[in-house]
């Protein structure tokens, strides 16, 4: 009589780790975003090295960071590089300038606070390019509404001419961009105010803090992550911005001074055809905004550090 072999005992299933878990979770989404993000760029840094203008088919060929060069010297590209910067500063300051008050007229109570939380939403609603055609409206010289409310309160004799004029139009660009996106700014500082605790407040009120020490000791140190979040992507929108300049562009006559980066890149690829240089210019706008998102994350971290 022969004995069954017995059975082997099975050995007990390791369970993940926490980190490895994590990993596996995130795996997907890095495969996607390594798709989407990390082929167009090598895709765009290749193509810059190669010359690839369809109007001069007989000149295409690899050479290497000679259109590099050819960028340093291009006068155009220096000047849509200031005034990128400049629309950059004027706006992002201005959006937070104009979108901190529409977030406290939208969280403090009041008979306006729905008002405030509706016009607080239709910037933001409204696309860029429809904004830029309504604004140009706005200031056009014969039959814009601006021009008609300063010549009815007595500010101006004549009307002026917002989009031919190279300082007027600069001026009526920003604050075209600065209606579009102070929203956007004031609905991360909206999300910010929601989350500060009531107490804090009532305890600063009871110390016999007034209403403006109330919001420079206790609630703007509070909102500086939501601050820091808004700056980040403010800035980075306003360096790559597009659809406003180029949409204005197309009624003003002053368009040297409107250029952008992002309207120069549009330009050089799809009027001139000139795809190689073009992706020598967005390699170069890739390179401004990721050196302002590391300046800032380092700056935020410094500041969660300290």
Sequence with gaps: MTTPNPTPARRPRREPSEAQLAALLLLPAAALLLGVLLFPMLTTFRDSLYLNKLTEPWLQGFVGLKQYAQMLEDPRFGQALRNTLLFGVLTVGGSFLVGIPMALAAHLPGRTRGLARVALLLPWAMPPVITGLIFAWLFNAQYGVFNDLLVRMGVIDEPLRWLSTPGLSVLAMVVT??????????????????????????????????????????????????????????????VQVFDIPYTFIQQAPAQGLLETLGVYIYRTGIEFLDFGYAATLSVALFALSLAVTAVYVRFVRDGANS
């Design 177 to 238: 961009i600065i209606w579009k996106t102070s929203s956007f700014v004031a609905l991360i500082v909206l999300g910010g105010l929601q989350g500060i605790p009531k107490e804090m407040i009532e305890a600063a009120q009871v110390d016999g803090a007034t209403p403006t020490q109330t919001f420079f000791r206790v609630i703007l140190p509070l909102l500086a992550p939501s601050l820091a979040v808004a700056f980040i992507f403010r800035t980075i929108s306003a």
